[in-house]
């Protein structure tokens, strides 16, 4: 058996040095970043614009093989329409485990509020993601009432928004929406990225604009702040300056009207403090990549009481990737993934696995438990304070 040391390494080195060298936002996916040799700000958001593209490829790679059904992904990939995107075992088991477990605790929320009653997702920096089109599909009587937001780059967005307007299955999804209360009929917008229809909106908007003392009106005037609203960050809150994010999320418990529940689902790296998270960050920093929350936030009681601290004090809960999989994946399933492809990386896929996590959290309306019920009863890891 190899040592800590030496698979640390190797791990790391492997999946942060290839030519398809991967980023957070992806699982540690394997899209095609390279360093640039200027270091201005529009340069850094460039960066991490493009971490989108590993995030796609690495979703197409898992429909690819069956781990996951999507048939949005390829419509929405980021990466080109030729060849396809191929990564190893353990990126789509990685892939695989994210994207399930962030739809569990989705579909606790929406079935949390009363069915036909007003509710919004806000996912920050969605880029190339599919839930929307994959909720509408499922439909069931919890996604009636449903109003979903993305908030990106202007320049992410455009590409969203090409791809959209390009798909007929795509743009038709808008229009068969039945939420009118703001009377909009579909209307995308390649130039500014824009998309407007009754129950989905894509916003090109710098989610760094949004600052603890802002009014409300600093948000798009579609997105509500009176109705029951979860709010989802991929991998995305890590890239900015821990203020920046704090910011962001203090913004939104503290705009959002204190008498409607509020919930957030955050997907971020951890691990820092130790080795394989040293060698990690070291190798990111050559392709210009800064996980800037990533020491702040690096453990599960930080993240934990990341939320209770910002606002989210109804509840917090968490799990590492690893955790995730041993214990919301049943045995049946975990059969059907292992007739796909043989991971035999298990020492391997351990290490990567307990460096990333699903943390959730929620503050109640006043006199309200709406929505987070089905959380409560989701099961969690242990964190040690």
């Known amino acids: ?5 030496s698979t640390f390494r190797n791990v790391s080195d492997r999946f942060s040095s290839t030519p398809s060298a991967p980023s957070p936002s992806s699982y540690l996916g394997a899209g095609r970043l390279h360093p640039l040799n200027s270091t201005t700000p529009q340069d850094k958001d460039h960066i991490v614009q493009q971490t989108d593209v590993d995030a796609s490829g690495s979703r197409l790679a898992a429909v690819n093989l069956g781990y996951l059904v999507d048939p949005y992904a390829a419509l929405l990939h980021t990466g080109g329409d030729n060849d396809p995107p191929r990564r190893f075992p353990l990126i789509n088991r990685g892939t695989y485990t994210r994207t399930t477990a962030i739809d569990k605790l989705v579909v606790q929320f929406l079935k949390g509020v009363p069915a036909g009653q007003r509710k919004q997702i806000v996912s920050l920096g969605a880029g190339s993601d599919t839930r929307y089109w994959r909720l509408k599909e499922r439909g069931g009587e919890w996604t009636r009432g449903l109003v979903y937001h993305e908030l990106d780059f202007a320049e992410v967005a455009r590409k969203k928004a ?8 795509l743009s038709k ?7 009118t209360t703001f009377g909009h009929g579909v209307d995308i917008d390649q130039n500014t990225g824009n998309i407007t229809s009754p129950g989905y909106y894509l916003h090109a908007i710098d989610i760094r604009l949004l600052k603890p003392g802002l009014p409300a009106s600093s948000l798009p005037a579609t997105i509500e702040t009176t109705i029951p609203t979860l709010i989802i960050s991929e991998c995305c809150l890590i890239y900015l300056a821990p203020a920046e994010a704090d910011g962001i999320l203090s913004f939104f418990t503290t705009t ?12 971020e790296p951890i691990g820092s403090d130790d080795a394989f998270g040293k060698v990690m960050i070291q190798n990111l920093a050559t392709r210009g990549i800064a996980l800037q929350t990533l020491k702040k936030y690096s453990t599960l009681s930080r993240q934990k009481e990341r939320l209770r601290m910002l606002g989210f004090k109804g509840g917090q809960a968490a799990g590492d990737v690893d955790w995730i999989w041993e214990n919301w994946v049943g045995a049946s399933e975990k059969g059907r993934l292992a007739r796909l492809e043989m991971l035999d990386e298990v020492e391997e896929w351990k290490l990567l696995a307990r460096h990333y996590c699903v943390v959730w959290g929620w503050k109640n309306g006043e006199g309200e438990s709406m929505g987070w019920e089905g959380w409560k009863t989701v099961a969690a890891q242990r964190v040690e304070d």
Request: no cysteine; proline share 6%.
């Open 162 to 169: 090409e791809r959209v307007k390009r798909w007929g299955v």
């Open 256 to 267: 959002f009207v204190p008498s409607h529940p509020l919930s957030i689902i955050l997907y």
């Open 1 to 5: 058996m190899r040592s800590t040391t």
């Open 173 to 179: 999804a808008l229009e068969l929406e039945e939420n």
